[in-house]
């Protein structure tokens, strides 16, 4: 098993930064990619951005540059640099993981933490 470690989150004013990290710790063959992704009350899970395991990273349009993601393979663990934040950023952040092991991938994701914008 995988077990995701969060931390990083809180409330922030508009147009100021947080951190987030999610370490991966466990049964850990091979990481094929990691990301962020959110969740506002009242709507779907989104895509906040991904890193690839050769290092390619995709971002969620509404994130317009503001956020970048980054990894260390050495501690498997991602981070989101977020600045420029927005009171529509306000949401619980989710650290998901997608692992490869004998040809398959596994996804497991963290328990979540709050990001709340607000003056």
């Known amino acids: 098993q995988v077990q995701l470690v969060e931390s990083g989150g809180g409330l922030v004013q508009p147009g100021g930064s947080l951190r987030l990290s999610c370490r991966a710790s466990?049964?850990?063959?091979?990481?094929?990619?990691m990301g962020w992704y959110r969740q506002a009350p009242g709507k779907q899970r989104e895509l906040v951005a991904r890193?690839?395991?050769?290092?390619?990273?995709n971002y969620a349009d509404s994130i317009e540059g503001r956020f970048t993601i980054s990894g260390d393979t050495a501690k498997n663990t991602v981070y989101l640099q977020m600045n420029s934040l927005k009171p529509e950023d306000t949401a619980v952040y989710y650290c998901?993981?997608?692992?490869?092991?004998?040809?398959?991938?596994?996804?497991?994701w963290g328990q979540g933490t709050q990001v709340t914008v607000s003056s």
């Open positions: 890193i690839i395991r050769d290092g390619s990273t």
């Open positions: 466990g049964r850990i063959v091979s990481i094929n990619a």
């Open positions: 998901l993981v997608q692992t490869l092991e004998a040809g398959y991938l596994n996804s497991y």
